[in-house]
């Protein structure tokens, strides 16, 4: 015997009583409502309605999408620059389709962490995990805007049926793929210290896979540079023989990203129990956002990529079932700043630019343009 909701209910009007009353339900309300106010099967008032010339019309449907795209249009305005106290999932429905130019966040690991007040939050069978983290791309890509970019930090959550750890980056690769997006890198977040287990080798990176919407739109390297290991190094053949042969604003940068966690004593640390460094996101919103564009965080936790997004002016906008105050208190603390740091420019390669373009004969106006250095 199927469960009660799933019972189909013997209609008590005579036939053609019925029929004109579901046509007239019908064309105020949707199939489904329908076919549940009169206990009938929805394939069954489908029917009804094509017999009689009574199916829903593409307009209504186009009307209704027109409708839905002008209520997420208006929630996210409200939404930006500000973060909502909502279910993920709820969030992105509220979200119009390629309003974002880049999707930065690290996911929960479901491996029992306690966030907020919610000790279910971190705690589903990881089957459930794998295919809710596969709707959240798939939400991701479609927010995206056309050459934005999905920026996923994330390290291994752990299946229950057999106690292994997952990589969730390998978990989610080909979810991203299928979701429509193309592959850019894969980042080893290295993080110098951290626990110690028994009987593995200590776990010191977690990944971010990098996918775009098309080609991204937004690529700049300087705010990543590194710098170089020797500075000096110069082209020993060819039209630049003598000449200086790095760039320099530093190395191009890499895959392989240095940058301590948010420990016990760390400046940056808040209560969140797993909050990523401000350099991460930093580095992230520098090379595939300009200033202006909107940056969504959907696991905005203590509110670091908000921060991120405010200190170099950008819009941001995102959602965390907790930490409403966290965020706030962080974010009225974060202004513009008002210097943009080349971390790739060490004291050395600035003295060793700036003797070589003296040398050179370089104006003082030359030299600050960098002319000599293209
Ligand atoms: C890894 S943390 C993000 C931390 C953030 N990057 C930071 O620097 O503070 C993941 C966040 O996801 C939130 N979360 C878990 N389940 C959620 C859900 N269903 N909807 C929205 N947020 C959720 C948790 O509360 C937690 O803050």
């Not at 309003?99 to 306690?114: D, G």
């Not at 940068?253 to 350099?279: C, L, M, R, Y």
């Not at 210097?339 to 030359?366: D, F, K, M, Y």
């Amino acid at each position: 015997m199927p469960p009660a909701a799933y019972q189909i209910k013997t209609p008590t009007l005579p036939e053609d009583k019925l029929d004109a009353e579901i046509l007239q339900k019908l064309s105020q309300s949707t199939y489904q409502e329908t076919a549940t106010a009169f206990g009938v099967s929805r394939g069954k008032v489908y029917q009804l309605a094509l017999k009689n010339g009574a199916r829903k019309t593409e307009q209504r449907i186009m009307e209704r999408a027109a409708e839905r795209k002008q209520r997420q249009a208006e929630t996210l305005k409200a939404l930006l620059d500000a973060t909502a106290t909502a279910d993920v999932l709820d969030y992105f429905e509220a979200l119009p389709d390629n309003c974002a130019q880049l999707v930065l966040t690290s996911c929960p690991y479901n491996v029992a962490k306690k966030y907020g007040e919610g000790a279910s939050a971190d705690t589903m069978r990881h089957v459930y995990f794998a295919g809710w983290l596969s709707m959240i791309v798939s939400e991701i890509s479609r927010v995206l805007a056309p050459g934005g970019v999905a920026f996923f930090q994330c390290g291994s959550t752990r299946d229950e049926v057999d106690g292994s750890m997952v990589p969730i980056d390998i978990m989610m690769f080909d979810v991203f793929r299928k979701a429509g997006l193309d592959y850019q890198n894969r980042v080893s977040w290295v993080i110098p210290h951290g626990l110690t287990p028994k009987r593995r080798l200590s776990e010191r990176h977690e990944s971010a896979l990098i996918f775009s919407k098309g080609t991204p739109s937004t690529f700049h390297p300087d705010p990543a540079r590194t710098p170089q290991k020797n500075p000096g190094k110069r082209a020993y053949k060819g039209p630049n023989k003598g000449r200086l042969s790095g760039h320099p604003f530093g190395a191009w940068p890499s895959d392989v990203w240095v940058i301590g966690n948010v420990g016990a004593n760390h400046p940056e640390k808040t209560g969140h129990p797993a909050q990523f460094p401000e350099e991460l996101a930093m580095r992230a919103v520098q090379i595939y956002t300009q200033p202006g564009d909107l940056v969504i965080d959907p696991f905005s936790g203590s509110g670091t990529t908000h921060v991120v997004a405010r200190r170099t002016g950008r819009q941001f906008s995102g959602c965390d079932l907790f930490y409403e105050d966290m965020r706030a208190a962080r974010l009225a603390d974060a202004g513009l700043d008002n210097v943009c740091p080349l971390p790739g420019v060490s004291e050395q390669s600035r003295a060793i630019w700036q003797a070589e373009a003296i040398v050179r004969g370089a104006t003082p106006r030359e030299i600050r343009q960098q002319t000599l250095f293209d």
